[in-house]
């Protein structure tokens, strides 16, 4: 079945400590993204990747880090700059060209202790 | 810039009762416009999108959503509420720069039995 697989489901991070989610897609898609959420706040785009070895910038990227090497891929990394990274982060994919409907994975809960 | 607003953060019907969800946006041109649905703990699911042609869509689940340009509106709508269908809901509008949507901040549907 085609689909989008996020992992780990829950990942634990003491505070100071790198953390990579992981985003995988077998549905051809071009582009590719992670938001963050948090309660009451909707979804706030962090990366978005239009292309391979391509990715721009979302609303709220300072302290994330993303590569876009193989085009079923597209890894999160924490840092430890990132101040407040205890969240549900979504990783989503779709085809190119405007106004395409996107396919969320499962999502993955990050807790910084 | 784009922008979406859901007005009411959260909304409680009873079982067997209609639903409506209201949803307005702000877009420039004709908007592409979705609902998606997320139950606790998961990823989002489409559940209708608009681009053109008829402004009343209908959707998975029994949903359907009406465009209204004049009203800047997009709401969905259910005749009957079943419990299963108790979650967040999302509204987006779609995205001139490589499918970017611009996300709502939800609203969340409890149903009394």
């Known amino acids: 079945d085609g689909g989008i697989t996020q992992s780990p489901k829950y990942l634990f991070r003491k505070e100071g400590q790198n953390v990579t989610l992981s985003c995988e897609q077998n549905l051809n898609h071009d582009a590719m993204y992670w938001y963050r959420q948090d309660p009451g706040q909707g979804l706030r785009l962090i990366y978005y990747s239009q292309i391979v070895n391509d990715f721009q910038k979302g609303d709220i990227a300072e302290g994330y880090s993303v590569s876009r090497e193989k085009k079923e891929s597209f890894p999160l990394t924490v840092t430890s700059a990132q101040k407040n990274p205890t969240a549900f982060y979504l990783c989503?994919?779709?085809?190119?060209?405007?106004?395409?409907?996107?396919?969320f994975g499962p999502g993955t809960r990050l807790t910084v202790l | 810039a784009q922008s979406v607003t859901q007005p009411d953060i959260h909304i409680t019907v009873s079982e067997g009762a209609s639903l409506e969800l209201r949803c307005n946006y702000s877009y420039g041109a004709t908007p592409y416009l979705f609902w998606y649905v997320q139950s606790p703990g998961q990823g989002l699911q489409l559940l209708l999108k608009y681009f053109s042609g008829d402004t009343l869509v209908q959707g998975i689940k029994g949903f359907e959503a009406e465009f209204k340009r004049s009203q800047s509106s997009f709401n969905l709508r259910k005749p009957s509420v079943h419990w299963s269908d108790a979650a967040e809901y999302f509204c987006?509008?779609?995205?001139?720069?490589?499918?970017?949507?611009?996300f709502g901040d939800g609203t969340t549907l409890t149903v009394k039995p």
């Open positions: 989503a994919s779709s085809t190119s060209g405007q106004g395409n409907e996107q396919f």
């Open positions: 987006a509008v779609g995205g001139t720069n490589a499918g970017k949507s611009t």
